[in-house]
């Protein structure tokens, strides 16, 4: 499967932005789905994870409140609904993708078969 992010931009302080992880070539809906992030000299750290159904979430404690994760299935599409954002949030988002055959959601990134190219995210004080 390939995937591909996008809606990442500059924003000002408190702002929003909706990204968006699109795929080709397989349907997402046996996937289960996450979003990292990567700031400059820093590593890539777990954001949100969706199961493949949806029905099950997970956060980070630092965006937990303020971003949401959900998906579209026949679109083939995840978003990332970011609200409030801070200074802190400045990063290159990833989306990532593995097949399941049941329905969980996954913060390990090394557990992710799929990536896309990362849409970077610039919020400015």
């Known amino acids: 499967v390939q995937l591909q992010a996008s809606g990442g931009g500059l924003v000002q302080v408190a702002g929003s932005l909706r990204l968006s992880c699109a795929a080709s070539?397989?349907?997402?809906?046996?996937?289960?789905m996450g979003w990292f992030r990567q700031a400059p000299g820093k590593e890539r750290e777990f954001v949100a994870a969706?199961?493949?159904?949806?029905?099950?979430?997970e956060y980070a404690d630092s965006v937990k409140g303020r971003f949401t994760i959900s998906r579209d299935n026949a679109k083939s599409t995840v978003y990332l609904q970011t609200n409030s954002l801070k200074p802190e949030d400045t990063a290159v988002y990833y989306c990532?993708?593995?097949?399941?055959?049941?329905?969980?959601?996954?913060?390990?990134?090394?557990?992710?078969?799929?990536w896309g190219q990362g849409t970077l995210v610039t919020v400015s004080s």
């Open positions: 969706i199961s493949r159904s949806g029905g099950s979430t």
């Open positions: 990532a993708a593995r097949y399941s055959g049941s329905d969980y959601t996954l913060r390990e990134s090394t557990g992710y078969d799929y």
């Open positions: 070539g397989r349907t997402l809906s046996r996937y289960a």
